[in-house]
C-alpha cells in the first residue's frame, strides 16, 4: 500500500526526457506532493560516494565529546553549527526532540551582494576534510532542488524559473541529524522528531541510515516511509503551502522512536529556502473564487524568524 501510495520517480525524466516524459514528471511530481506528501526521487545524479563519504564524517563530528560539539554551538538560534540534544522542538510541543544536529549554510564569495545576509558556517576543526565535502554535498542538493522547482513551475504554468530564482543565492540548510540509540535518562514523552511541517519550499531527505520516518496522509493515517539507499525523498513545506494558497499544503511528518533494534539513526534533509529577502506573495493563479487569498505577502526572512522563535531554535525580542 505504502509503495504505490508514494510514488517513484526519475528525475532523469526531467533533466533529459522528451517533453512529454517531462510533462509527466512535473505532472506526477506535483500531484505527488499534493496528494500524498512525499515522492521518492531516483536519478538524481548526486555520487553516492559524495553521500557516503558526508555520513561517514558527520558521524565522526556526533562521535565526538559533548564538549567539544558543544564549541560549534549556539549560533543565530541555529542557523549555522551545532545544536544539542533535546533543543528543538515541534511548533505545538514542549519536549525536546530526541536529536542532534548541524547545519551548513549558503556560502558565496567574498563581495557577493547577498554575502552579508548570511552568517559564516563554522567548520569542526577536528575534521579539516569536512568543509569541502559538506559543501560538495550542498551544491548538489541545490542543484536537484532547483531541477525540482522547475517541475513544478512547468505543471503550475509558471515561469520555468518561477521558484528556482527564488532559490538562487538562497538561504538552504543542509542539516545532518543524530538521533542517538534511546536511553533509561531520555523523557518517555519525547520522540525523535515530534510532528511537524517543515519551514521552507520543498525538503530534499536524503536516504537515511534507519526506518522511523512517517508521513500524514490526508485522511490523517501516519505511515511509514523509508527511502532505500540512493533515493531522495521530497516534500513541500510552509512557504510553498502560504505561496500557493494552500493549493500545495505543507506535508506533516514525524521521526518515531525504535520499536525493534534500538540502534542510532542519522539523516540529512536539505531545507530549500529563498533568499531572505524574497517576497512570499500568492501566486495569483492559486486564488480563486473557492480559494481566496488567504495569507497576505511576508518576507521570506521575516517569516523564517517567526516559526524559529516558535520552535524554540530563537528567544524573541521583547
Ligand atoms: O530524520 C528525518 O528523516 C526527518 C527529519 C525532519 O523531518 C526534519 O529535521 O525536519
Ligand atoms: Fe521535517
Known amino acids: 500500500m505504502i509503495q504505490t501510495l508514494v510514488k517513484t520517480l526519475n528525475l ?4 533529459h526526457g522528451t517533453s512529454s516524459q517531462r510533462k509527466a514528471f512535473a505532472e506526477s511530481f ?3 506532493i499534493k496528494e500524498t506528501g512525499f515522492i521518492i526521487l531516483e536519478g538524481h ?6 553521500i557516503d563519504k558526508n555520513y561517514e ?6 562521535s565526538l565529546d559533548t564538549d567539544t560539539k558543544k564549541k560549534y554551538e549556539g549560533i543565530l538560534g541555529g542557523a549555522r553549527g551545532y545544536t544539542g540534544f ?3 522542538h515541534a511548533k ?3 519536549v525536546g526532540d530526541l536529536k542532534e544536529f548541524f547545519h551548513v549554510g549558503q556560502e558565496l564569495p567574498v563581495g557577493h551582494p547577498l554575502s552579508s545576509d548570511y552568517a559564516a558556517n563554522v567548520w569542526p576543526e577536528e575534521l579539516p576534510e569536512l568543509r569541502q565535502h559538506a559543501l560538495n554535498f550542498y551544491r548538489e542538493l541545490e542543484r536537484v532542488a532547483r531541477n525540482m522547482l522547475e517541475a513544478l513551475a512547468l505543471e503550475m504554468d509558471l515561469r520555468q524559473n518561477f521558484f528556482s530564482d527564488m532559490i538562487q543565492d538562497g538561504n538552504s540548510i543542509l542539516r545532518t541529524i543524530h538521533y542517538p540509540a534511546l ?3 531520555m523523557d518517555k514523552n519525547a520522540i525523535r522528531a515530534g510532528e ?3 519551514i521552507n519550499l520543498i525538503t530534499l531527505l536524503v536516504e537515511s541510515t534507519a526506518s522511523g520516518l512517517e508521513l500524514l496522509t490526508r485522511e490523517g493515517e501516519w505511515i511509514p516511509v523509508k527511502g532505500e539507499k540512493g533515493q531522495i525523498i521530497v516534500d513541500a513545506g510552509d512557504m510553498l503551502s502560504r505561496i500557493s494558497n494552500e493549493v500545495i499544503p505543507a506535508t506533516t511528518h514525524r521521526v518515531v522512536n525504535p520499536e525493534g533494534e534500538n540502534t542510532s539513526r542519522f539523516s540529512m534533509p536539505f531545507f530549500v529556502h529563498p533568499y531572505p529577502n524574497c517576497l512570499l506573495e500568492t501566486i495569483p493563479q492559486c486564488i480563486t473564487p473557492d480559494n481566496p487569498e488567504k495569507y497576505p505577502a511576508i518576507t521570506a526572512g521575516d517569516f523564517l524568524y517567526q516559526r524559529l522563535v516558535e520552535i524554540g531554535l530563537i528567544k524573541e525580542d521583547k
Open 12 to 15: 532523469k525524466d526531467f533533466t
Open 30 to 32: 506535483t500531484a505527488g
Open 45 to 50: 545524479g548526486v555520487n553516492p560516494d559524495l
Open 57 to 62: 564524517l558527520w558521524e565522526k563530528f556526533f
Open 86 to 88: 533535546g533543543k528543538e
Open 92 to 94: 505545538n510541543r514542549t
Open 183 to 185: 536511553d533509561e535518562s
Open 196 to 198: 511537524h511541517e517543515d
